[in-house]
């Protein structure tokens, strides 16, 4: 699976973004694809994930509530829907996609992910 992410800018505090992940290949469908970000310095974190058709999400007690994962898998795409956004959110955003596990380690983490897009830049302003 090819991955091509998107939809990354700048931002002010309390605003909003929708990243897209767009997805080749042909098992999308049944693959689990997650979302982490990184800055600076730090190691890939956690934002969220959903499995195979949209069964399962999992987010980052830092992003509950606030952000929202979703995939059409007509379009072969993921979003991640950003609401008030804080300038804590800021960083690297990248996509990723695993096959099918029920390992929640294996979800959460970034090595648990074989395919991974180019990161997107998000940047909120306080």
Known sequence: VQLQASGGGLVQAGGSLRLSCAASGRTFSTYVMGWFRQTPGKGR?????????????????SVKGRFTISRDTDK????LQMDSLKPED??????????????????????????WGQGTQVTVSS
């Open 90 to 115: 800021t960083a690297v955003y990248y996509c990723a996609g695993r096959r099918a596990t029920a390992s929640y380690r294996a979800i959460v983490a970034p090595s648990g992910y074989d395919n």
């Open 45 to 61: 974190e956690f934002v969220a994930a959903i499995t195979g058709r949209g069964a399962n999400t999992y987010y980052a007690d």
């Open 76 to 79: 072969d795409t993921v979003y």
